[in-house]
Structure formats: C-alpha cells, structure tokens
C-alpha cells in the first residue's frame, strides 16, 4: 500500500546519507525493490503512458481501416461539438449533481462504518461483518440492479405486499424525482464495506499510547474521536478526498445505462451513457476521445486544485 | 447493445447481446416439419389446435401435402419463399459435396460468438474433424456479441483483416458500415452471379432475397447466412384467453380487452394481483411496441413512399401516432407490467415464462418444441399453451408483418486478397461447402457432429446433440449455414406448426422500401435518433410526457439528423430506379 506511506510520511529514514551515495550503488543495492518495480511500471507505461499519445485523434474524424494518420483533420470540430450539444450539458449537470451527492453522503459512509467497526473489541465479531458488508462490492452492478429491483421495483417484494393487501403501490425504482438519491444509495450499499478497507489499516496504525494517555487525562469517547483518531488517519481521509475529485466527472456507466430507460434521461444521462449513444455506437472515437481528454484534463485541475487547497487549510497533500 | 437503427432492417431488431432465434437455422430450424391449410393440420394432428383457423388472414395460408424430399425424407414443400421447407422425417444422408474445397493452408476467419468458447483443437474432436473435411487449418477467432463492434474496429485499425470476415453491422458493429465503404471488402459480385455462381452449387440455392438484402450500397461484399424471410408476430397465453372468454382475440379492441384482462382477471388463480398483459425490451421508436401494436395500426415499415416519390417516416404518419395513443392508454389502464420501461430483453423473457405477462414477442421459432419459450413456460404450467397474434386492424381488415431480411448477416473477403483469384475461390468452396443443403453426409456432421460422440439417435432414429457436441462445436461455424430447412426431430409436427405461422406471418408481410438504401446520416446518427425513439416513446406512454410532446420529439428528430436522412435516402431511391 504504497499510497499509505505517502500520505503517513512514515517511509523517511536517514535521508542525508541516502543522497550522499551515488545513484549506481543505490540502484544495485535496492536491485531487487526496483525488479518487483518492473511490471507495475510498464504496466503503466504501456497501458495508461502511451495510449496517452493517441489523444491526437480528437482532432481527427478517425475511421479505423482509414488508419491513424490518413483520417482528416477535422480541428476543434469534435470539442465544439461537446458544447453546443444541449445532450451533453443534460448529461453534464446530472453527473455534477450525482456526484455532489456522492461526494456529501457516499464518501464519508466507509468512514463512520469503519470507526463503527474499529469500536467493536470482539476481532471474530468484527471480522464477520467485515466479511459480510465486502460482499456487495463483488456484486456487478447487473446484479445489484436485479436484486433492487426484486425488492423495491413495481412488481417487487415490497410493491407486492402491499398490492395483496389492496394498497397502492409505490413508485421508486422509475420514479425520476428519487432517481439520483437512489443511485447514491445503491453505491453505498454495494461499496461502502469495501470503502472501510483502506480507513481500517490507517486506524490500525494510531499509536493505542496515546489513547490511554488521553483516558488518563480524562478524555471521554468523543474527545478521543476528535483528537486521537481523526487526526491520525486525517491524512488518509484528505488523501482519498483529493483522488475522489479526480472522478467527478465520471459516474461510471452501467448503473445508469441500466436504470435509464426506467427513468428518462432527465433524470439519468450522464456523460457515460451519453458517450456510449454518441460515440461508441456509432463508431465516432474521435468524439469519445474529445470528451475523454477534456474530463481527464478537468480531473487533473480538480485534484491539482483539491491538493493546493488541502495543503494550504491542513498542511497535508499528496504531492 | 443492439440498435435497430430506426431506418435500416426492421428484423434484426433484436436485444442485447441477443442473437434472432427467428434466424438461427443450425441450432433451431433444423431441429425444429408442415402446414396442411391450418383446418386440416388440425384434423390430421389432433394435439394442434390453432387459435387463428379461423382468422380471416390465415385463409391464404395454405401449405401443401407430404411429398418425397432428398434422401429418402417426406417433405412438406413451402409454398412461399421465405417459408423453408418442413421434413416429415430425416433424410438418410446423402453426399452433396465432391471432394476437399481447402488447398491444405491455413483460413482465419472472424467471426461472433453466442456460446461458451470451444475447446482448444487438440482436445476438440469437432474442430480436428472440421478441419480435416474443409482441407485447411481453421484459425478462428470468435468474439463475444458484446465486444463483437470492437474487434471489427481493431482488426480495421491493424489493417490485417481475416480471410472470412463474418460481416454484421447491425449487431453493435456500425463500424462495419464505414470499413466497407472505404474499400475494406472485396465486391464478390463477379464470383457470385451468373454462371460463375454455378460453381457454388449449394450456394447457387440460396435464394435472391438473401443476395439481395445483404448488399451494402448496392454492391456484394459477403455471401449471406442465409435465413428465413418471416417477419415476427407477437405471441400470447391462449390458455389465459381461453379462461377469460377472449379466445382468438382480434383486433384494437379485442386485444385490449384481453391485455387489460391478463392484469385484472387473474389468470393464475392464486387471488394476488401479480399478473400482467405485457413487459416491453425495445429500443427506438417502436420500442414499446411488441410486433402487434404497429402491426394492428398498420404503421409502415420504417418509410412510407408517397405518389411524389418523397419518403415519410413512420412516426410522421397518423397510423403511429394512433399506435402511440393506443399504448399510453394500455399503460395508464395497467395492461404493462410496472416495470416494463426498465425492461431488457432477458428481463421481458423471463417476466413471460414466469407466468406474469400474458404477451410476449421474439424470434418466431422461439415458440416452438420443448426448449423454446412455449416449452419452458409449460414446466411450470403444463397447461400453458401460447400462439400468435395475427394482426387485425381496428376496421376488421389485415394488418401488416414486417418481413424480416432474409439474412443473419454476410461473410466477406478482405480487398487484399482481391489479386489473388485461387485463393479467393477457395475461401468460397469453403462456405459452399458450410452451405451444404440439410440431411447430406456434409451437413450431418456440421449439425450433429459425429455419432457416438456428439450426437446420438434417440428413440425415433434422428440423431440429437449431446453437451459435448454442443461445447465442442460452440461457433465454430456460427457465421455461416446453408438453406433453412425446417425439422424437429423430437416431434416432426412442432415444425408442421411453425410453417403453418411462418405461411400466415409472410401473406401479410410487407417489405421496408428503403431496405438495402445506403445513408451515411443514418450510419452517423441513427444510434442516436433510435435513443431519442426510445426515450420520447417511453416517457409518453408512461405518462410522464403528455401525448403532445410527441410533435415536438418529432420536430426534434427531423432536425437532428431525420431530415438529411430522409434526403439522402430519396437520392438514393432515384438512382436505384
């Protein structure tokens, strides 16, 4: 967990002396730390480096047997497409607003259920619900959709009872106005388990000293929240913080794609399914890649700009 | 996910990751027999009883009697093209191929796949076999449905193109489209016409609407799988409608009555409002439209041709705004299942064969014999009976069916091998070869795989597949088959019947006039107008939408790409005349 250390700043270590040997040795003496290196990084060369360069193509009406460099030129054609296109800002504000939501409320959910969770003294206790609220996160979402549907949907367990009992039923899974909480809800239910991970393994490195010396100075249960426990893994939050902003601008795909057409796209295009009609359907990789590169360029300010101000307010950063 | 692009071919019109069960000959046709006119089917074969004997449109379904067919068989010859031919019984094979087609090389191919990937060759006895009778090495690189448009693109982008290239731009591949217009694809029509088509012998048999519907801007860039040419027609519980008093229902109103009745009337008897008249898995304009509601209004095939020679879409004309009215008003009165709007293909399936929607459409062989949809409600329900739709409309005359194209798509030959004639008839002897018509020695094995290993005869003598054959054959040769030919070994008269409503379904087909029209728009922007489809119809006939935004998602789609389709497919109808 390479990102712990990082953020914990725990790898430091006599730096001076490190800087004083010179690189040849240093290499050779850390041979083997930079051989497990290896496939992590061409994995990121090859996969997420270099297809950077075909970029170019945004700026092209690319046809694959065409080839990459015979396709025309085409300018800006394919961005100022993105934004004279009434569907997109559709799709662009629901994603916003969606994300938004997930930010305020799907964000801090693995937080409070791991502290939940880290309160617990029982470990058996504790490693069964930990293994039980795991599960949904390895549940596709076709399934997750499915099961929603099985209880919450028109014809479902729920709507069910209450049509055999001669009451009306209620309209959730295709209502357009609880749309967007439905989809926060369903994230958290499906991720917020897997979310506690990385919060767990940070409060496992709080030093337990210093909450018996704050017991010994009287501190009650929220004292010690506030000033042993969160700032412990305070760093850890900002972090995850910082790296939640790089995707406010994707709310991935088939959780919507498949709960669109029972809602409408007022409710439910965002920038994924509207990619997906757009581009991918038709084959316009050009414009798939357009919207590509201007939501990573976003991100990359986003979490530019997330880590200036983390670093100005709380003097911890990522960079 | 599939698209029927609103403008193209009415009859691929299928779901995710879905292939057209209607159109899958090797797996379904041929295991599927004859149509004496409908009456007397049913007086010769008592167990069949036909809701729509009497139904004024089924009176020009007549097929005729048994005669001998190749091999020994009885065949039930079919009286319309489109319609295939029903066997009685199994021919005893025969060879109808001389000698190897292959030159002992090696052929890759592409092609799409449905079914878990093969084993590899070295412990596939199917794929050793195959390759042993083409006379090649089969290199066969078979793509899942849903990455199927991708591959294409990645081979167009390589540049190094397969030698049989299975060709299907209306499964999620569009990309297709644009690679043949720019030259990718050898045109075969030299090869395939004429007398140079006689060296093809088996497939000098398909049928001109296959060529026909399979030529992209008026040129042959693949040899068809050849199919069916039935259009779909929406199937319902008989039972159900007997149990109601509805028996045969007919028309607008009695269609209604029986849908609104599937919900309210309580068909399964268990006193629980869990029952409804229909789900819905379209995409596009019709995507709410279950075969019969477009059926009943006569809404044209996609385009109407007025006197001028001009074109006017389906949704412009007043049969489809009737249709629209017609399905808001079923949906506020509850016919629709709650959670129709949301609902996928496999969703809508399962919804019927469960016993909670009285109505359902998909493939027409899908509802026929023991494994279809008819065969897997009746585990349940061994009562169950379904049957189909003939479409009536509201003034008691015919409705129309839309024909299907004929084809599962086409394989084509890429440009490069263009030079080299050997080779390229080559790769044609070895779909001739693919092609061979039904009980030859050929095709026994290509079907049935060898006896004892992957098939074995049942009761009645013909052979059946075994799981081995059908994990070893997977797709093997998906991409291509020869002429539809209709046989349930199980039972010969399930296929009686499904001939009977393939006869009925065809009297009435009508064809797109667009079919086979080449527009760059609609390749461009019809994914996108099939969503607008999807989306305004859906929210009009839930009710979220009043009725009269209808005209302005109509201004909408002209605007946004109708239009510029509209003329380029009138350009195109000019030339062609």
Redesign the interface.
Known sequence: MATLRIGGKSSSGPRGKTFSTPLRKRLWRDRWMYLFILPGLAYFLLFIYLPILGNFIAWKDYAPFVGLWESPWVGWANFELLFTDPDFQRALINTVQIEILQLVFAFPAPLALALLLHSIMSERLKRAIQSIVYLPHFLSWVIVIALWQQIFGGAGFINQLLANQDMDRINVMSNPDLFKPLVVLQSMWKDVGWGTIIFLAALTRIDTTLYEAAVIDGANGRRRLLDVTLPGIMSIIILLLILRMGSMFSTGFEQYFLQRNAVGPEAAEVIDTFVYTRAFQSGDWSFATAVGLVRGVVAAFMIIGANWLAKRFTGEGLL | ?T?DNDVTSRSIILPTSRKPRAINRRSLLRTASVGAAAAGAAAAFPRITFAQDSTPAAGTAAAGTPVAGPGGSQIIPSPIEGVPDVYLSAPEPFVSYDGVPGSGGTVRVFTIGYNPPPPARDQNQYWQELERRLGVTWEVDITPQPNY?EKS??Y??G?DLPDLFYLNPEQ?A??QY??MA???FLDLTPYVTGDALQQFPNLATFPQYAWDNSKFQGVQYGVPNVQPNIGNLGFYRSDWAERFGLANPQGPDQVREFLLACTTGDPNGNG???T?GSGRFENGWRAWDNAIMSQMHRVPFNWRVNEDGSLTNQIETDEYRQMIQYQRDLFAAGAY???A????FSDAQN?FIAG?TGHHYEGFPSFFGPSSVTGRIQLNEPTASTTYFLPVGADGQPGVVYNGVGHFGYVGIPASLGGDEERVLELLRILDYLASPFGSEEDTFLESGIEGVHSARNADGNLVLNDQGRAERGDLIGMFSGLPAIFYPEDPQIGVRLQTGGIASRSLGIDDPTQGLYSAAN??????LT?LG??TV??II?G?EAFESLDAAIEEWRSRGGDQVRQELQEAMQQSS
């Open positions: 996910m698209q448009g693109a990645a167009f982008a540049g999620n569009s990309q644009q690679a720019q030259g990718a629980n409002p869990d409804w299942h709650p959670d709007a949301g609902m996928t919804t909670e390749i461009e922007l019809g994914a996108q969503q999807t989306d859906t929210a839930t979220r």
